[in-house]
């Protein structure tokens, strides 16, 4: 700033600068002057005050002082001087009104109250006064004048000692008048005690003239004279407690007034020195403080002229200085060297002007310059940029000559999305990057370009360099020249595979909800459908058009309560889904159990805009649970079963073997064999039993083979023909024979002797009884699998047994697998044959059904085809004993009846015999005949070592040995033996001798 | 723990009121106005302070009594002159027993014949033989037994007649008071004393009531206390003792010992609230206000003992007749049981406790005079809460604080010498 004034100005200005600074010292000085003189009147006013105090303190002692000479002097000029103080200081007080504080409010009061002590002093003193001046001196002279005019009286008549009595009560008068001026002279208070003992005496001694009449005039006359001294004693006491009242007036009330006004008067003093000290403190500093100031003004005054000197010269040689050196760079072409800020309208200011001229121009070329380079650089960068948004564009680019066909250029999203380099794709032809899959629409695009010069949204598959397709959507616009003909296109490809795939995944789901087998409805935010699939309309009967736009209460059955319903809707409503079992009903009314699920369907907001609601229809799990049910209960039954059976099968084999060499000891007594017989019957048909439940319950021991189904029934049926009546007619139609199972055949034998033992039993009553058994080869497919639950896929031979009998009740067919159940009368049936005929079918992984009518029943089995096998050879063997010749067995059971029994038994069929008790006694045994024993039959569930184990053993120490099993029953499943390992031949206990007998021999054969 | 005694104000109003009383007797000897009258049954006048003279009582004694009762409250040294100078404008007085002299001497006052005394017997030993307990020491200056009997000779004495001068009945114990939040608590009877008031450590923090003729004791206990002096009977002082007491106080004065001296019992509670004064003369009603206000003020039992007062009720001269029955069934009717327990429950004690106690709760009973701790909140005699549970009354029992007096409030033969001494005194 300072150099922007000419030379002229900047004296002036060092001229302004410098009166400034000593203006504002005048102002400072006048400003502090003005403080000292407000505090210099201050400290008057408080010197005032401080005077008015002294005068107020000297004043209450002369006002106490003088009222207290009033008090004891009763001089009136006295109370005359308090009541001329008490105006001073009154005045005193109003002179310093200004000056307000509590001290003084309280010197007010108390002065007020002094002065009306003061007043009550003088009105108590002033009666005092009279009382001692004027009512006791008129008392103490009416007494006198009393008697001094009966002395007069008694004179006249010359009685000297009446005389003497009254000179005595005068005397006694001027004690009481003496002691008592003496108290009010004195204040002694003994004084008062003998006033009152004067009056005493009087009274006594008028009281002693009184009583003589003689020498008194008259009784009423001494009466008067006590009357006197009484008055008189009254004044006196009066005058005394007067007396005492106007003394602790001054001495205790206005003194303690007076005391507490020069307290507050001190206080008031101390305040006033107080702020006097502040005033005078305040003053000191405000001067002190005015003296720096101007110190430090002149100070800065000196520096400010020095500063000024240099100034002035230095704006002379320094823009010089500067702007010589400024031209200099400027001439050599510089444009940033400093131009000294000199802009004083002078000659240096021209100059600086004419080299801020000079400069500009060189730095206006500078800039051209500059601008040119960054032009450049910058078409450089906009180069850039194009290319690499064309190459990194999300969008692939290619330009294609219409002429040819030919890819010009393509961006590098293109290359890289086909997985080609750049150079690769350009000069391919443009057909040659579609997929053949969409070629003729490629065709189409490209006809459509040619005629049109653009393509819109053609949805084609590109064709990776692997072969493999990208889905895009095609717009091409077209480069024309000046004549209109197409140069080449511009192409561009968006990638829709995620959007196909996303499509793709929608149309899935659809799918998947639409072919659903659980019901599928979906709502708006206020419960009315909007959607159901195909399974809805099929579980609640309502089609589409009957259910869209209806509330799901439709399918409302009033099973569930209010309260299941508000608890629905507060789950759904809070967000959650909700699930539960209901009863729903049918559009034909029908009631049918679910599983509802709903859920809440929110959008990007969490609102709930729908509900979906999925049904899952209960009726089949209910079924498969009421199987699952049957089956756990028939489970049940066959553990139970599977725990007698080995005791019981031992038990009877004990006794059949017994029977048998019972028998044989008894041939000569044909009544005995017949007895025995009947009991073996009766044993074997408690075994049959027992085979039965073990069947059913699929416990018992099976040996699957191979075997023709239609052979098997020819030869089944022909041992039933025989003990059927000729008037029951038994046919049996086989449509196919060619079909392998793999069964038991003695468990299948029994299957088909129950049904056809049961047909037998419901056509007793028919008029033509007939029973057809019916062969062939069923299906099972997907649709059949999947309403039928237990098939599989695959084919089945399906045996039929149908009779013409009265049916099966209704109520009866849900029970009629169950074991014990019978239709029978008692003692006809024991209600195992189709509990054995399901086991055993089950057993053979097939599946019974039964259908029954008034018409009759149809009980059809299906067993599972095997592709492949040997069948075994089905004829049944004679029911013969095969003797033996003389081998040596080895003879393993735990139980001692059936080990001495059977040893017996094969004893009489001519083998020797060896025992066991247990596995490890039979491999000691083996081992010690090794070269004798010819075949090995072991129980298989033995105490210290089971027959399987014991065997494998023996196998350890002789590989070929030969043997049998025979046992109670199948235990060996349970025991976790694999039957598979085991090609042992297998008899179940009780054995028939002959069925015994043959196996032994098959065994021996090899 | 606060000290809850005396809550009326009204007996230490009497130097506030002591300058206009001067006036009043002199001016018309009228009291300014008759609280109740009634015309058909017989009237009683009673003269006396707001300690004794109040509606409640009233109301009640005119209930039990069928007669009429109008009362003339005042202060203390108005009601002495009026009573002192015009008998005949009252028939009972009620004030102290320092009035005794005063009244006898100007024989406003007729004896009072035990006869005609209900409950004389039941009174205690404390107002007819200056002991409350046989072992009990009998309070130095005019203890209420030396003025109790009416002589042959026509002097008041200790010697048993069968007149009285005064029917005993409320009576109490006075000490100082400081502030525990400046000054160390002491412990009563044991470090608390008189002595106290003339500690350096508080110089112009005290303060003595304006009232020589009870400021003076304290004086006097407080120079006793400090070792000073001695005095040959200090309820009775020569004016040499005087000289020298004064003396000394004039001494501490002028070395700014003292504050001041206070003339009513709000201005003593002002002294102290404002921190002008930390230890001084008080009555119980002050300190019970100060402790209202938070300032924790203990009114002190002093080793040395209490200054005592004891009430009187006088039979005027000119009461006769009709009007000397109603009077005396009065006298009567406050030893009855039922007055005693009222006044009991604001800090004063009768002179037949016993008959009392039947009108007060056991709780009651162990807070007012057995100095027992509070078992429950009592109410005061204004319906209010006046002592919270487990609080107990400072001094002790009635019989510890009697046991334990010092000298009574006495108006000496040197009284008016002690005027002109206490000018010299609050002046210095």
Redesign the interface.
């Given at each position: 700033m300072f150099g922007t004034l000419k030379l002229k100005q900047k004296v002036f200005a060092g001229f302004l600068s410098v009166g400034l600074v000593t203006t504002a010292i005048a102002a400072i000085s006048y400003v502090s002057f003005d403080n000292v003189l407000k505090n210099f009147k201050g400290f008057v006013e408080y010197s005032n005050r401080a005077e008015l105090n002294l005068l107020l303190a000297h004043n209450v002692s002369e006002i106490q002082r003088q009222a207290l000479i009033y008090t004891y002097e009763g001089h009136q000029s006295a109370a005359e001087q308090v009541h001329a103080l008490y105006g001073d200081m009154k005045q005193t007080l109003e002179k310093g009104e200004s000056l307000k504080s509590d001290h003084a409010d309280l010197i007010q009061k108390h002065i007020h109250s002094y002065m009306q002590a003061f007043e009550q002093l003088q009105q108590q003193r002033e009666l005092q006064h009279h009382l001692i001046h004027f009512d006791l001196k008129d008392a103490a002279a009416n007494a006198e004048h009393f008697l001094q005019l009966h002395i007069q009286q008694q004179s006249l008549h010359h009685d000297n000692t009446e005389l003497l009595m009254h000179e005595r009560i005068l005397n006694s008068l001027l004690s009481i008048e003496k002691y008592a001026l003496r108290y009010f002279n004195t204040l002694d208070p003994s004084y008062i005690q003998k006033t009152k003992a004067g009056f005493i005496t009087v009274r006594k001694q008028i009281q002693a003239m009184k009583t003589d009449k003689q020498r008194l005039s008259a009784g009423t006359e001494s009466t008067n004279a006590l009357k006197n001294i009484e008055t008189y004693e009254r004044t006196f006491l009066e005058a005394v407690q007067r007396t005492r009242g106007y003394l602790f007036l001054v001495n205790v009330v206005m003194s303690a007034e007076a005391y507490e006004i020069l307290y507050n008067a001190r206080k008031m003093s101390d305040q006033v020195t107080q702020e006097m000290t502040t005033i005078e403190q305040d003053t000191l500093s405000t001067l002190q403080q005015l003296f720096n100031y101007i110190i430090i003004a002149l100070l800065l005054s000196l520096l400010m002229v020095l500063l000024l000197s240099v100034l002035i010269g230095r704006s002379l040689t320094k823009p010089i200085m500067g702007l010589t050196k400024a031209f200099n760079a400027l001439s050599q072409g510089s444009h940033k060297t400093e131009i000294p800020p000199y802009q004083a309208n002078d000659e240096i200011g021209d100059l600086t002007r004419a080299a801020v001229v000079f400069k500009e121009k060189n730095l206006q070329t500078h800039t051209l310059l500059e601008q040119a380079k960054a032009l450049t650089q910058e078409l450089k960068k906009s180069q850039e940029k194009y290319v690499d948004l064309y190459d990194n564009a999300p969008d692939m680019y290619a330009s294609v000559e219409a002429a040819t066909a030919l890819v010009l250029q393509c961006n590098q999203t293109v290359a890289n999305k086909l997985g080609y380099r750049k150079d690769e794709m350009i000069g391919q032809p443009i057909f040659a990057l579609y997929h053949a899959d969409c070629m003729d629409k490629v065709q189409a695009a490209f006809k459509s370009f040619i005629e049109t010069g653009v393509v819109h949204n053609a949805e084609l598959q590109l064709r990776k360099k692997d072969g493999s397709k990208i889905e895009v959507n095609l717009n091409v616009t077209s480069v024309r020249d000046e004549n209109g003909q197409i140069l080449h296109s511009r192409s561009s490809w968006i990638d829709i595979t995620d959007r196909k795939q996303a499509e793709e995944k929608v149309r899935k789901l659809s799918q998947a909800v639409d072919q659903s087998g659980e019901a599928v409805a979906i709502t708006d935010a206020a419960g009315c459908i909007e959607y159901i699939n195909p399974a809805f309309s099929l579980i609640t009967g309502y089609s589409e058009a009957e259910a869209i736009g209806q509330n799901p209460r439709i399918l409302k059955s009033g099973n569930q309560d209010a309260a299941f319903y508000e608890k629905m809707w507060s789950t759904l409503r809070s967000g959650e889904f909700w699930q539960s079992k209901v009863i729903n009903k049918r559009k034909n009314g029908d009631f049918y159990p679910s599983m509802l699920t709903i859920s809440p369907i929110k959008n990007d907001s969490g609102k709930i805009t729908n509900y979906i609601g999925i049904q899952q229809s209960l009726e089949a799990i209910e079924a498969l649970e009421a199987q699952f049910h049957q089956s756990q209960k028939m489970e049940a039954i066959g553990t139970l079963v599977g725990g007698i059976a080995h005791d019981f099968n031992n038990n009877l084999a004990g006794i059949t073997g017994n029977l048998y060499l019972a028998k044989m000891a008894a041939k000569s007594l044909p009544e005995v064999v017949k007895r025995l017989d009947s009991v073996e019957t009766l044993s074997f048909g408690a075994a049959a039993t027992i085979q039965q439940l073990l069947a059913f319950s699929r416990k018992g021991i099976v040996q699957m083979n191979p075997l023709s189904i239609s052979s098997f029934l020819k030869e089944t049926i022909k041992l039933q023909q025989v003990s059927l009546p000729e008037s029951v007619s038994l046919q049996l139609q086989v449509n196919d024979t060619d079909m392998l199972v793999k069964g038991d055949i003695n468990q299948l034998q029994q299957v088909l002797m129950n049904l056809i033992n049961n047909a037998f039993d419901a056509v007793q009553k028919s008029e033509n009884p007939a029973i057809r058994i019916c062969l062939d080869r069923f299906q099972a497919d997907d649709d059949f699998v999947t309403q039928h639950n237990g098939y599989r896929l695959g084919e089945y031979a399906r045996i039929s047994v149908v009779d013409n009998g009265s049916g099966i009740k209704p109520e009866h067919l849900n029970h009629v697998f169950e074991p014990f159940f019978t239709t029978k009368e008692q003692g006809k049936g024991t209600g195992l044959g189709l509990a054995m005929v399901y086991g055993a079918v089950k057993t053979h992984d097939g599946m019974v059904d039964i259908i029954s009518s008034l018409q009759g029943t149809t009980v059809q089995l299906c067993l599972p085809l095997i592709m492949s096998g040997e069948a075994i050879d089905i004829a049944v063997q004679e029911d013969q004993v095969v003797d033996g010749d003389g081998e040596m067995i080895l003879l393993v059971d735990d139980n001692k009846t059936v080990l001495k029994t059977a040893k017996d038994v094969l004893e009489g069929i001519n083998y020797v015999v060896l025992t066991a008790e247990d596995g490890l006694a039979a491999i000691e045994t083996y081992q010690s005949h090794i070269n004798d024993i010819d075949l090995v039959i072991l129980d298989v569930v033995m105490p210290r070592l089971g027959g399987v184990e014991a065997l494998k053993m023996i196998k350890d120490i002789n590989p070929d040995v030969k043997a049998m099993f025979a046992t109670g029953y199948d235990k060996l499943r349970t025991l976790g033996v694999n039957q598979q390992e085991m090609t042992e031949k297998v008899i179940s206990k009780p054995f028939a001798v002959s069925k015994l007998s043959q196996l032994i021999r098959e065994v021996l054969r090899g | 723990m606060k000290k809850k005694s005396e809550s009326d104000l009204g007996r230490r109003d009497f130097l506030k009121t002591?300058?206009?009383?001067?006036?009043g007797?002199?001016?018309t000897f009228a009291f300014p106005a008759i609280i109740s009258a009634r015309d058909s049954k017989p009237t009683i006048r009673v003269v006396g302070t707001h300690v004794t003279l109040q509606e409640a009582l009233r109301q009640k004694a005119e209930k039990d009594l069928g007669i009429n009762i109008e009362f003339y409250p005042g202060g203390s040294?108005e009601v002495l002159?009026k009573a002192?100078?015009d008998p005949s404008s009252f028939d009972l007085y009620e004030q102290w027993s320092n009035s005794m002299n005063?009244l006898w001497?100007?024989?406003a006052i007729q004896p009072i014949s035990i006869n005609k005394l209900t409950y004389w017997d039941e009174i205690n030993g404390l107002t007819k033989t200056g002991r409350i307990s046989p072992g009990a020491k009998i309070g130095l200056g005019d203890a209420p037994h030396k003025l109790l009997y009416a002589q042959a000779d026509?002097s008041l004495g200790a010697n048993p007649t069968g007149e009285i001068s005064f029917l005993p009945y409320v009576h109490n114990t006075d000490s100082f008071g400081y502030n525990s939040a400046v000054i160390p608590k002491g412990i009563p009877y044991e470090t608390e004393s008189w002595g106290w008031l003339l500690d350096e450590r508080y110089a112009g923090k005290v303060a003595l009531v304006?009232?020589?003729t009870i400021g003076l004791f304290d004086a006097a206990l407080a120079v006793k206390a400090r070792g000073l002096m001695d005095f040959k009977d200090m309820g009775s002082m020569t004016r040499s003792e005087l000289d020298e007491l004064f003396k000394i106080l004039v001494d501490y004065k002028k070395r700014g010992h003292f504050?001041?001296?206070w003339?009513s019992v709000p201005h003593s509670v002002e002294l102290m609230r404002s921190g002008q004064v930390d230890i001084q003369s008080m009555f119980s009603p002050g300190v019970s206000a100060l402790n209202g206000m938070g300032i924790p003020c203990i009114y002190a039992a002093p080793k040395e003992g209490y200054r005592a007062w004891h009430g009187v009720m006088c039979l005027s001269r000119e009461s006769s007749g009709e009007r000397q029955e109603a009077a005396y069934a009065f006298m009567n009717w406050w030893l009855s049981g039922w007055p005693g327990a009222f006044i009991a429950r604001q800090g004063y004690y009768i002179s037949n406790p016993e008959r009392s106690r039947r009108f007060m709760s056991a709780s009651e009973w162990d807070y007012w005079y057995d100095g027992k701790p509070a078992s429950q909140a009592l109410r005061g005699t204004d319906g209010k809460i006046s002592v919270h549970p487990n609080e107990v009354r400072t001094g002790g029992s009635y019989i510890k604080r009697f046991e334990n007096v010092a000298v009574w409030n006495t108006v000496m033969?040197?009284?008016?010498?002690s005027?002109?001494k206490?000018?010299e005194f609050?002046?210095a």
């Open positions: - | 002591c300058g206009s009383m001067v006036v007797a002199a001016a040294a002159l002192s100078t005063v001497q100007a024989n026509g304006n009232e020589p504050r001041g001296v003339s033969d040197s009284y008016e010498y005027l002109l206490w000018n609050v002046m």
